[in-house]
């Protein structure tokens, strides 16, 4: 009696145990559908876009088109603080402003073609000035131009009216498909239970998704890291950009349409570059701690001043100067749970085509959102691998940049160049390839991995030793004009 009563007992117990278990297996699995459910985008969801540059743009734009492929309306709003529509600081974005002709295919590609008004000039070909002399060097395509633009309305003193700035062209596009912009500064992020809200001096809302495409804004950071605390930010360096203001008659007799690019064995400076847009030439700097001592050092250069009309004071032609930050290290964990930086905020292209890295970083996040959801998970396993492949590159890129500047210190290496250069652009049929490698250099129209490929190159690497030796012992080779 006594055993079957045991017996009896364990059953009871055992299916009493089983049932619990399976209830809260249940449960969990219910919990986590739940919780998949309240981290997807659906019909009605609402994004806040903080920042209405490149990035931010990109990101509205693609988001509504993915949305429209999986038959479901949501809203959009963009905070920006600035207006494109205003010459000077209150409307500049602080960029040197280049499209590469990569970057304007896959625009295309998406439907994002960039019209007359907004690009200032085509750049035909590029300009390469060294000590040893400056030479032309053509677009690899004949069909493809660069285009330069003013990411703001321009500098102050801008008058023209009938031209539209690259920043504000993107956020009309975006406007025209749906996107509310709202133009106030955001003041705090605050989590909540059903998502994040955003708060400005007048307005207050709840969203389901915040994106941050704050450029490299110091406070905007510490807003984004009271909801997404593991964010660490990029680290930067600080760049110059200045604009002379020389009218469309001396630009096309002095500038023509080509950018004009330095190899100068100047201290902090990897890359300096003059580029002719309508009346005004943008001068871009870029290295490391850039100071205004280290600005006049390289205006001055003799290689510099033989670009502007003799006894011109540029001092006086300058309406606009900045000393803008740029990334040279990407950002950790750009992502939580309802958050998403992108652009400079989280990844870009060391030196080169932030456009181009805000476009790949915008498109990802957008894709993950709209496809995968809006989780910490999501974003790690979908939006993430895209930032690596622009870091992994840019570590390429930093390679390239320290044997850049042993070239540029080094009178041999650049007389090497400098001959291999103007012997390719003579052949107009032969392979460029020293000359391909400095213009996708120069542009960022090619991965760093690529160039660093065509550098390694037999073909590339002998003739480059045999230009070296020529430079060294043979007259010096005249330039292209």
Same mark, same amino acid.
């Given at each position: 009696?006594?055993?079957q009563?045991?017996?009896?007992?364990?059953?009871?117990?055992?299916l009493?145990?089983?049932?619990?278990?399976?209830?809260?297996?249940?449960?969990?699995?219910?919990?986590?559908?739940?919780?998949?459910k309240?981290f997807?985008?659906?019909?009605?969801?609402?994004?806040?876009? @903080?920042?209405?540059?490149?990035?931010?743009?990109?990101?509205?734009y693609?988001?509504?088109?993915?949305?429209? =492929?999986? #038959?479901?309306n949501?809203?959009?709003?963009?905070?920006?603080?600035?207006?494109?529509?205003?010459? #000077?600081p209150?409307?500049?974005?602080?960029?040197?402003?280049?499209?590469?002709?990569?970057? %304007?295919?896959?625009?295309?590609?998406?439907?994002?073609?960039?019209?007359?008004?907004?690009?200032?000039?085509?750049?035909?070909?590029?300009?390469?000035?060294?000590? =040893?002399g400056?030479?032309?060097?053509?677009?690899?395509?004949?069909? =493809?131009?660069?285009?330069?633009?003013?990411?703001?309305?321009?500098?102050?003193?801008s008058?023209?009216?009938?031209? &539209?700035?690259?920043?504000?062209?993107?956020?009309?596009?975006?406007? /025209? +498909?749906?996107?509310?912009?709202?133009?106030? +500064?955001?003041?705090?992020?605050e989590?909540?239970?059903?998502?994040?809200?955003?708060?400005?001096?007048?307005?207050?809302?709840?969203?389901?998704l &915040?994106?941050?495409?704050?450029?490299?804004?110091?406070?905007?950071?510490?807003?984004?890291?009271?909801?997404?605390?593991?964010? %660490?930010?990029?680290?930067?360096?600080?760049?110059?950009?200045?604009?002379?203001?020389?009218?469309?008659?001396l630009?096309?007799?002095?500038?023509?349409?080509?950018?004009?690019? !330095?190899?100068l064995?100047?201290?902090? %400076?990897?890359?300096?570059?003059?580029?002719?847009? *309508?009346?005004?030439?943008?001068? &871009?700097?870029?290295?490391?701690?850039?100071? *205004?001592?280290?600005? /006049?050092?390289?205006?001055y250069?003799?290689?510099?001043?033989?670009?502007?009309?003799? *006894?011109? /004071?540029?001092?006086?032609? $300058?309406?606009?100067?900045?000393?803008?930050?740029?990334? %040279?290290?990407?950002?950790?964990?750009?992502?939580?749970?309802?958050?998403?930086?992108?652009?400079?905020?989280?990844?870009?292209?060391?030196?080169?085509?932030?456009?181009?890295?805000?476009? @790949?970083?915008?498109?990802?996040?957008?894709?993950?959102?709209?496809?995968?959801?809006?989780?910490?998970s999501?974003?790690?396993?979908?939006?993430?691998?895209?930032?690596?492949?622009?870091?992994?590159?840019?570590a390429i890129?930093?390679?390239? !940049?320290?044997?850049?500047?042993?070239?540029?210190?080094?009178?041999?290496?650049k007389?090497?160049?400098?001959? $291999?250069?103007?012997?390719?652009?003579k052949?107009?049929?032969? +392979?460029?390839?020293?000359?391909?490698?400095?213009? /996708?250099?120069?542009?960022?129209?090619?991965?760093?991995?690529?160039?660093l490929?065509?550098?390694?190159?037999?073909?590339t690497?002998?003739?480059l030793?045999?230009?070296?030796?020529?430079?060294?012992?043979?007259?010096?080779?005249?330039?292209t004009e």
């Amino acid at each position: 009696m006594a055993v079957q009563s045991i017996n009896h007992f364990s059953s009871s117990t055992f299916l009493e145990s089983f049932s619990l278990t399976l209830v809260l297996i249940v449960k969990l699995n219910l919990a986590k559908v739940n919780k998949n459910k309240n981290f997807n985008i659906g019909n009605g969801s609402r994004i806040a876009v @903080i920042g209405g540059g490149p990035a931010g743009s990109f990101f509205a734009y693609f988001a509504l088109g993915f949305a429209e =492929q999986r #038959g479901i309306n949501i809203h959009i709003d963009i905070y920006e603080a600035k207006n494109f529509h205003v010459a #000077g600081p209150a409307g500049c974005n602080r960029c040197g402003g280049i499209v590469s002709e990569s970057l %304007i295919q896959a625009l295309s590609s998406d439907g994002i073609v960039l019209p007359a008004n907004v690009v200032r000039r085509g750049i035909e070909s590029y300009k390469l000035h060294m000590e =040893q002399g400056a030479t032309l060097i053509e677009t690899p395509l004949k069909d =493809q131009k660069i285009a330069s633009m003013f990411r703001g309305f321009g500098p102050l003193g801008s008058e023209n009216i009938d031209s &539209v700035s690259f920043d504000n062209y993107l956020l009309e596009l975006c406007q /025209d +498909k749906g996107v509310h912009t709202i133009y106030e +500064k955001v003041s705090s992020l605050e989590r909540n239970e059903t998502g994040i809200t955003v708060q400005t001096k007048t307005n207050s809302a709840n969203y389901d998704l &915040v994106v941050g495409s704050v450029g490299l804004n110091p406070r905007s950071f510490s807003l984004f890291k009271k909801v997404a605390p593991a964010f %660490i930010p990029p680290e930067t360096t600080r760049t110059y950009i200045c604009e002379f203001k020389l009218g469309n008659e001396l630009i096309n007799q002095y500038f023509g349409n080509s950018m004009h690019v !330095f190899l100068l064995n100047l201290k902090n %400076i990897k890359f300096g570059a003059l580029i002719p847009k *309508g009346q005004y030439v943008t001068l &871009v700097l870029l290295g490391k701690q850039i100071t *205004g001592e280290i600005v /006049d050092s390289f205006l001055y250069s003799e290689a510099v001043q033989r670009c502007f009309p003799k *006894g011109l /004071d540029i001092d006086k032609i $300058m309406p606009c100067q900045c000393f803008p930050g740029i990334n %040279i290290k990407n950002a950790h964990y750009a992502y939580s749970d309802r958050v998403v930086l992108i652009g400079d905020s989280a990844s870009s292209k060391l030196y080169k085509n932030g456009i181009g890295a805000a476009y @790949i970083t915008a498109k990802a996040a957008a894709k993950t959102a709209l496809f995968s959801g809006v989780s910490e998970s999501d974003f790690k396993r979908h939006y993430q691998p895209e930032c690596t492949r622009l870091n992994r590159d840019n570590a390429i890129g930093k390679f390239i !940049f320290w044997v850049t500047t042993i070239i540029q210190r080094s009178s041999a290496l650049k007389k090497g160049i400098f001959r $291999m250069v103007v012997n390719e652009q003579k052949k107009v049929n032969d +392979k460029r390839r020293m000359s391909s490698v400095l213009w /996708d250099t120069f542009t960022g129209s090619a991965p760093y991995t690529d160039i660093l490929r065509r550098v390694l190159h037999p073909a590339t690497v002998m003739l480059l030793l045999a230009n070296t030796v020529n430079g060294i012992f043979k007259k010096p080779e005249k330039g292209t004009e």
